[in-house]
T-cell receptor, first 113, second 113 residues
Framework: KQEVTQIPAALSVPEGENLVLNCSFT??????LQWFRQDPGKGLTSLLL?????REQTSGRLNASLDKSSGRSTLYIAASQPGDSATYLC????????????FGRGTSLIVHP | EAGVAQSPRYKIIEKRQSVAFWCNPI?????LYWYQQILGQGPKLLIQ????????DSQLPKDRFSAERLKGVDSTLKIQPAKLEDSAVYLC???????????FGNGTRLTVT
């Protein structure tokens, strides 16, 4: 059974800092890994999807890396802004046909002006 | 494109009552997922559909929860009878095919008193 751990659980930083959010998973046989953000009272918004054959994906100020063999992914946020405040969740999807994403508890991020 | 629609947004019921949630996925999306998110935790998969067939329902408490996806489009999730521990946000997500990026609705917040 896939177990997903996200560190840190919470983070509070001043605007402008570069951030690193960590995700580790126990079963390295994954098909892909998605990073999501969740705003209070809302559903999840997909940020990046990395296929198991890829090492990283970039979208604007976001960069996600994947080291499948060690069961780790990192989300890097450059030049953080107050609008980045949200909970960030990672979800590796199992390989083997069903490709079901399993979620961690997330990292709660607050970026203050 | 229109997003994933869920209703109702909020529901308050007493324990032992029944409740139903509705989800309309993005048009053309073959896969549909129901997740349960308890406060402070990551989403937990309840059931995955591929078109109108069940792919995985191993974590669905089948003594009280049921779900269907008639005609491979809309889906309903039902709880009967509800327990206090069912208080959570129920999230619906859809994907074009299995393994593609997930798109989430805003969820239904259920409170069982």
């Amino acid at each position: 059974k896939q177990e997903v751990t996200q560190i840190p659980a919470a983070l509070s930083v001043p605007e402008g800092e570069n951030l690193v959010l960590n995700c580790s998973f126990t079963d390295s046989a994954i098909y892909n890994l998605q990073w999501f953000r969740q705003d209070p009272g809302k559903g999840l918004t997909s940020l990046l999807l990395i296929q198991s054959s890829q090492r990283e994906q970039t979208s604007g100020r976001l960069n996600a890396s994947l080291d499948k063999s060690s069961g780790r992914s990192t989300l890097y946020i450059a030049a953080s802004q107050p609008g980045d405040s949200a909970t960030y969740l990672c979800a590796p999807a199992s390989s083997g046909g069903s490709y079901i994403p399993t979620f961690g508890r997330g990292t709660s991020l607050i970026v203050h002006p | 494109e229109a997003g994933v629609a869920q209703s109702p947004r909020y529901k308050i019921i007493e324990k032992r009552q029944s409740v139903a949630f509705w989800c309309n996925p993005i048009s053309g999306h073959a896969t549909l997922y129901w997740y349960q998110q308890i406060l402070g935790q990551g989403p937990k998969l309840l059931i995955q559909f591929q078109n109108n067939g069940v792919v995985d329902d191993s974590q669905l408490p089948k003594d009280r929860f049921s779900a269907e996806r008639l005609k491979g489009v809309d889906s309903t999730l039902k709880i009967q009878p509800a327990k206090l521990e069912d208080s959570a946000v129920y999230l619906c997500a859809s994907g074009r095919i299995s393994g593609s990026p997930l798109h989430f609705g805003n969820g239904t917040r259920l409170t069982v008193t």
